[in-house]
């Protein structure tokens, strides 16, 4: 039983890694003073940086995915297609091999099949409508663009806020989430860390780059830890292929098994 509530609620947490953020909170007043400090802050552009950026590119990354949460710890193995940045298709397997799911998703829909349960959910990507399953706050466009280590924002949202020793820390305002800190590595061009607060100054989300190594030309990390403090609850993600395709599964969705029953989220 427990396991089959694992499988079930990690496919509902890739589910939910699909849609949109949570609720606007109301400014508070701090919040609003380190908005007006980082308006004023336009020493330093990311432009300059060449940021390590794949964004253009079809991705396979086969991965070991270990997800912890209260009374909730077990590992699957996933194979996750990423079509540059439009749609994203995963696989996922348990012990055995045994095949637990997939998830299709794209700006416009999802689509989940739960085979532990024998169901299919499906809708439109919508905080409103993910919210009735799970609540994490990332977008499909922050799922796409963190699975590769890319920025979520346009490069002019962010702007320079400090330097420590060989890296540099970007800030950005987000649109009713709060704020998303980037540290870069000045030497590898590359993402070290994005920790996103809101407006509250609570820290939300924090994601860990590690292992990075060639990929083309580009340097691609093997390893990211992505934590959600207020949630008390962590996602490991340890790569162990990544390719760059020159095409992605056609087509990435899927149809619902005629068996499964149907839950659409519209």
């Known amino acids: 039983m427990k396991k089959t509530q694992f499988y079930n609620t990690t496919i509902l947490l890739l589910l939910i890694l699909v849609t949109s953020c949570s609720t606007t909170q109301q400014q508070t007043d701090s919040f609003s003073k380190e908005k007006e400090k980082i308006e004023q802050q336009q020493a330093i552009s990311l432009h300059n940086l060449k940021l390590n950026n794949t964004d253009n590119e079809n991705l396979l990354l086969n991965a070991k995915i270990k997800i912890d949460f209260p009374q909730l710890s077990n590992m699957v193995s996933a194979k996750i297609e990423i079509a540059k940045t439009d749609s994203i298709l995963i696989n996922m397997t348990g012990p055995f091999n045994i095949n637990v799911g997939k998830l299709f998703a794209n700006q416009d829909r999802y689509i989940i099949n739960s085979n532990l349960e024998s169901i299919t959910y499906t ?89 990075y190594s060639p990929l083309n030309d580009y340097n691609f990390p093997k390893k990211i830890v992505i934590t959600f403090p207020m949630l008390n609850g962590k996602v490991e993600i340890e790569y162990q292929e990544v390719k760059i395709l020159q095409k992605v599964t056609s087509p990435m969705s899927f149809d619902k098994p005629k068996s499964f029953r149907l839950f659409e989220f519209d």
């Not at 499909?140 to 320079?160: G, I, K, Q, T």
């Open 123 to 211: 809708g439109k990507p919508t905080a409103e409508n993910l919210k009735k399953i799970i609540n994490i706050p990332l977008s499909f466009n922050d799922l796409v663009r963190f699975l590769r280590a890319s920025l979520s924002e346009s490069y002019d949202s962010y702007s320079f806020k400090t330097e420590v020793e060989s890296e540099q820390l970007f800030v950005s305002l987000i649109s009713d989430i709060g704020a998303e800190f980037l540290l870069v590595s000045k030497e590898q061009n590359t993402i070290s860390q994005i920790q996103r607060k809101n407006e509250n100054n609570e820290t939300v989300m924090n994601i860990v780059y590690s292992n």
